[in-house]
C-alpha cells in the first residue's frame, strides 16, 4: 500500500528566506506525485506534479520540486517566499494505473508554512 | 468561468439529523470525489464516482451516502450515523487519465460542517 509522509508539521520562516516543505512516499510501484497548497477555509489548489521525464518540476507561484525515486522522496522548495505564501501544503501519490484512474489520491498530513515580516 | 462549486460554504446541524452537502462542476469531468478534511489528519476519501450512476466507497464511507444521476453532481449526504461529522468536505473532479493513467484532481472551496 503506498503512504506519505510529510516530515514537518509546521515551518516558520522569515519573508524572502528560501524554504523547503519535505515530502516522502512509499510504493511498490511506480508512481505520480502533486503538490497542493491550502489557504485557510479554502479548497486545494494544485501547485505541480510530477508525472514523468525531468526530475525538477516547475510550479505556479515561483514552486519547484525535485522527485528522487532512490530516496522516494519529493520535496518542494521556493528560493524566497512572501507573506502571501503563508498556508498549508500537501504532498499526494497516485500508483501508475493503465486503464483508467483508481481514485486513490493518498495524501500526507500536511505542513503548514507561517512566514514572517 | 469553468469549476467546481460546494454549497453552502457553513453549515450547522443538530445532532441526530441528516444532511446533503452541494457538489457541482462544470468541467465534464467524469470521475467526482468526496473527502473529509480534520486538522492534522490530511484528506481521507469517503466516495468517489468515475461515471454517472456509479459511485465507490472510499477509505471512511460509514455514515456517509452519495448519488450521482447526473455527470455535472455528486451530492454528499452526512446520515445520523456518522459519529462525529463536524469537519472540513471538500469535493474534487479530475481530468479523464491519460495513456498513462494520470488522473489531475481539482477541488472546490470546501463546506465546513459543524454538528451542535
Known amino acids: 500500500a503506498q503512504s506519505v509522509t510529510q516530515l514537518d508539521s509546521q515551518v516558520p520562516v522569515f519573508e524572502e528566506a528560501p524554504v523547503e516543505l519535505r515530502c516522502n512516499y512509499s510504493?511498490?510501484?511506480?508512481?505520480?506525485l502533486f503538490w497542493y497548497v491550502q489557504y485557510p477555509n479554502q479548497g486545494l489548489q494544485l501547485l505541480l506534479k510530477y508525472l514523468s521525464g525531468s526530475t525538477l518540476v516547475k510550479g505556479i507561484n515561483g514552486f519547484e520540486a525535485e522527485f528522487n525515486k532512490s530516496q522516494t522522496s519529493f520535496h518542494l522548495r521556493k528560493p524566497s517566499v512572501h507573506i502571501s505564501d503563508t498556508a498549508e501544503y500537501f504532498c499526494?501519490?497516485?500508483?501508475?494505473?493503465?486503464?483508467?484512474?483508481?481514485?486513490?489520491?493518498?495524501f500526507g498530513k500536511g505542513t503548514k508554512l507561517s512566514v514572517k515580516p | 468561468d469553468g469549476g467546481i462549486t460546494q454549497s453552502p460554504k457553513y453549515l450547522f446541524r443538530k445532532e441526530g439529523q441528516n444532511v446533503t452537502l452541494s457538489c457541482e462542476q462544470n468541467?465534464?469531468?467524469?470521475?467526482m470525489y468526496w473527502y473529509r478534511q480534520d486538522p492534522g489528519q490530511g484528506l481521507r476519501l469517503i466516495y468517489y464516482?468515475?461515471?454517472?450512476?456509479?459511485?465507490q466507497k472510499g477509505d471512511i464511507a460509514e455514515g456517509y451516502s452519495v448519488s450521482r444521476e447526473k455527470k455535472e453532481s455528486f451530492p454528499l449526504t452526512v446520515t445520523s450515523a456518522q459519529k462525529n461529522p463536524t469537519a472540513f468536505y471538500l469535493c474534487a473532479s479530475s481530468t479523464p487519465p491519460d495513456a498513462g493513467g494520470v488522473d489531475t484532481q481539482y477541488f472546490g472551496p470546501g463546506t465546513r460542517l459543524t454538528v451542535l
Open positions: 499526494a501519490v497516485s500508483e501508475k494505473n493503465y486503464g483508467g484512474s483508481q481514485g486513490n489520491l493518498i
Open positions: 468541467l465534464n469531468h467524469d470521475a
Open positions: 464516482s468515475q461515471i454517472v450512476n456509479d459511485f
Open positions: 510504493s511498490s510501484v511506480s508512481v505520480y
